[in-house]
């Protein structure tokens, strides 16, 4: 949302918070938007509290609207400020409370006030949807085409694998300009141990640099791989072209997820690659992690 000075003259409306919705449905790694949601039985969340075999819980799929506001310019009712917040409803106490707190961190700005309740994100937002509708002035008497400034947060369940639940943080906000920004992050919580993991935690003791070797592989692979420049022979100069212009080298990230497939890394826009590209995933096969993950994790 854009941060200008509010000036305390617009209307606004608030939806309660914990009002329980559906679960959303993953969006692809090239939308721009929250994908729709999808209908989702009482059984869903009951079922989290029956555990399977093996004592582990079964995680349900519902989620639930934490925040829900939306601000206009006075007169101007087209012209809006919004934000949203969902987050999942697994039906598991401790793990809602933990994905809680890793939405209270991601709001956390460095030298601001670390967000520690929900009482102090509604604060936090209210104060930017004030910002963005007190900018959005200009807008309304210009009467530009620009009437809508949003910031939406859908932090939703993808699946689970055995011990391992798999959870989408994603955000898409529009503060004017030629387009809106979006960003997406994968969090892995391990269901026995209860704590989310970070890639330190699945990889054997010194393999790291096993792995980051295999994941600069495949940044290498990526960059060349839609490069309609590339002929077969200057592979080496359009890599160091694009490593230059971007980021010299994919990192390591938590933002990752345990598939069949592999340990994939997830990117959001601009971080390896420009706008254009979308989200960039980085797959790093079972066959290239044995010996280099812990057994328990290995896909």
Known sequence: LSACQPSGNSQSADT?????????TAASSADTSAAA??????????????????????VGTASVVLYDKTQCVQGHPTYCAKSNIRLPQTGIAWLDDLLKQQLYEDFSTEGQPAVKSDAALRKLIDHLVAESADGL???????????????????S??????RLATFRLFHNS??????????????????EKR??????????????AALDALLQKRY???????????????????????KETFSKKAELTDSFELTADGLAFHYSPYEIAPFAAGVVK????????????RPEYLP
């Open 16 to 24: 309660p918070a914990g009002k329980a919705v559906s679960a959303p």
């Open 220 to 242: 290498d692979e990526f960059i060349l791989a839609d490069n309609q420049e590339y002929d077969g022979n200057n592979g080496a100069a359009l890599i160091r072209q694009h």
């Open 137 to 155: 002035k200009d807008y309304a008497a210009e009467k530009s085409a620009i009437n809508e400034l949003y910031d939406n947060t859908d932090f």
């Open 282 to 293: 980085l797959t790093v096969t079972p066959d290239e992690l044995k010996g280099i993950l």
């Open 37 to 58: 949601p999808a209908p989702v039985a009482a059984s869903d969340v009951q079922a989290a509290s029956v555990p399977q075999a093996s004592g582990i819980p079964v």
């Open 195 to 208: 704590r989310v993991l970070n890639i330190a935690d699945i990889v054997a003791e010194g393999k790291l």
């Open 157 to 162: 369940f993808q699946y689970q694998r055995g």
């Open 174 to 191: 529009y503060s004017g300009g030629a387009h809106n920004n979006y960003a997406e992050s994968y969090i892995t919580v391990d269901l």
